[in-house]
């Protein structure tokens, strides 16, 4: 396949299938690689984005690394020519989600994005700031999560957009799907969590 631009330079190829994984990558880790590569194949995107967070409203200062030492550990663990890791809010300017989608959506009008998203962000994602604009602007992929999931298909945002849920089968349409659109991957499980990797890197082990 013909190297594609970085997200920095000049215009993406038309029609191209994006995946958006947000979030603070505090720090990065298996498990974000494990649902990134499921998404690449189930839904059928040409790459998947790391959107790397300068700043997590929804989360403490205390306790967040560096955004370059965040950003390099990333790259670590992403290893695939399809995963792209960038801190592209840094320079759109954009804190929340929505904006930072609107914003992206502006510069790459013929990109198709999918936000994805754990089961555990769908569960909180009524937290968010215009949480509903965000169904509005691009489909929405959901990946399971473990010990999350039924109780995200029973919350707030799952019950709202239950007639919105596309059909697994349709999956690699999701991204040309008109929204509000949402799925549920049933991927298989991965036990990596970040909160345990910053615990267990405090206590040296």
Known sequence: MKALPH????????GLRIGLLGGSFNPAHAGHRHISLHALKALGLDQVWWLVSPQNPLKPVR???????RMAEARGVARHPRIRVTDIERDLGTRYTADTLAELKRRFPR??????????NLRQI?????????????PVAVLARPTYSMSALGGMAAQRYARRRVKDHRAKGLAGHATP??????????PASATAIRRARARGS
Request: aromatic fraction near 16%; hydrophobic fraction near 50%; charged fraction near 20%.
């Open 7 to 14: 997200p920095y330079t000049g215009p993406l190829h038309a």
């Open 181 to 190: 659109a949402w799925i549920f991957l049933r991927n298989p499980l991965h």
């Open 111 to 120: 990109t198709r994005f999918v936000w994805l998203m754990g089961a555990d």
């Open 126 to 138: 009524p937290r968010w700031r215009d949480w509903t604009r965000i169904f509005r602007l691009v």
């Open 63 to 69: 306790g967040m690394a560096s955004l370059p030492e």
